[in-house]
C-alpha cells in the first residue's frame, strides 16, 4: 500500500515563529509533491506544489523535497492566526494519475 | 476567473437509495479527479476523468461510477448507499500536463442515515 504519513498534531506555536510541517512517503516512484491548506468545514487549496530536490520559496511558505530520504516539508515563516488550519501532503508518482493524501497536519498559531 | 464549483452543496439521503453529485471544472481545465474525505481524514482518490474516460480509478466499489461530458463537466453516482458512505465529496480539476496540479471545489458534503 503506498502511502504519506504525516504527523496529526496538532502543532501549536506562537504568532511570528516558524511552523515546520513534514510529511514522508512510501513510494519511490513518487514525483510530483502538493502542499494542501484546509480550513475547517471547507475544501483543500493549493498552497505549493514542488517537483525537484530542494528548496522552493513562495511567500511565507518554503516547501523542501529530498526524495532519497522520500521527505517533504512545509516551512511558514511568521506564521498568523489566519494559518491556523490542517495541512495535507500529497504525492502522485509519474505516468500516474492518483494523487495519495496524508491524513493531515493540524497547525494551531497562537496570537 | 470562474474556479471548480460543485452540486448539490448538501445532501441528505436514506441507505439504499442513489445520489448523483454534479461538478464543473475550473475554466481551462479538462481532467476531473473525484475524492472522498470522512472526518478526520485526508482525501481518498476515487477516480480520475479525462476526454470522457476514466483514467484511474482508486479502491472503491462498483457502486461509485462516474461520467465526463463533452463540456468537460462531470458526475458522480453513488448506488445503494450504505452508511459509510457519508463524507464530503470533492471533484478536483487539472489540465491534462505535465504539472497535475488540481483545484478543489467546495465540495458536497452527504449524510446516509
Known amino acids: 500500500q503506498k502511502e504519506v504519513e504525516q504527523n496529526s498534531g496538532p502543532l501549536s506555536v506562537p504568532e511570528g515563529a516558524i511552523a515546520s510541517l513534514n510529511c514522508t512517503y512510501s513510494d519511490r516512484g513518487s514525483q510530483s509533491f502538493f502542499w494542501y491548506r484546509q480550513y475547517s468545514g471547507k475544501s483543500p487549496e493549493l498552497i505549493m506544489s514542488?517537483?525537484?530536490?530542494g528548496d522552493k520559496e513562495d511567500g511565507r511558505f518554503t516547501a523542501q523535497l529530498n526524495k532519497a530520504s522520500q521527505y517533504v516539508s512545509l516551512l511558514i515563516r511568521d506564521s498568523q492566526p489566519s494559518d491556523s488550519a490542517t495541512y495535507l501532503c500529497?504525492?502522485?508518482?509519474?505516468?500516474?494519475?492518483?494523487?495519495?493524501f496524508g491524513a493531515g497536519t493540524r497547525l494551531f498559531v497562537k496570537a | 476567473d470562474a474556479g471548480v464549483t460543485q452540486s448539490p452543496t448538501h445532501l441528505i439521503k436514506t441507505r439504499g437509495q442513489q445520489v448523483t453529485l454534479r461538478c464543473s471544472p475550473k475554466?481551462?481545465?479538462?481532467?476531473v479527479s473525484w475524492y472522498q474525505q470522512a472526518l478526520g481524514q485526508g482525501p481518498q482518490f476515487i477516480f480520475q476523468?479525462?476526454?470522457?474516460?476514466?483514467?484511474q480509478r482508486g479502491n472503491f466499489p462498483d457502486r461509485f461510477s462516474g461520467h465526463q461530458f463533452p463540456n468537460y463537466s462531470s458526475e458522480l453516482n453513488v448506488n445503494a448507499l450504505l452508511l459509510g458512505d457519508s463524507a464530503l465529496y470533492l471533484c478536483?480539476?487539472?489540465?491534462?500536463?505535465?504539472?497535475?496540479?488540481?483545484?478543489f471545489g467546495p465540495g458536497t458534503r452527504l449524510t446516509v442515515t
Open positions: 514542488i517537483y525537484s530536490n
Open positions: 476523468y479525462y476526454e470522457e474516460e476514466e483514467r
Open positions: 478536483a480539476s487539472s489540465s491534462g500536463g505535465v504539472t497535475y496540479e488540481q483545484y
Open positions: 500529497a504525492a502522485r508518482n509519474t505516468g500516474g494519475f492518483k494523487t495519495i
Open positions: 475554466s481551462g481545465h479538462d481532467t
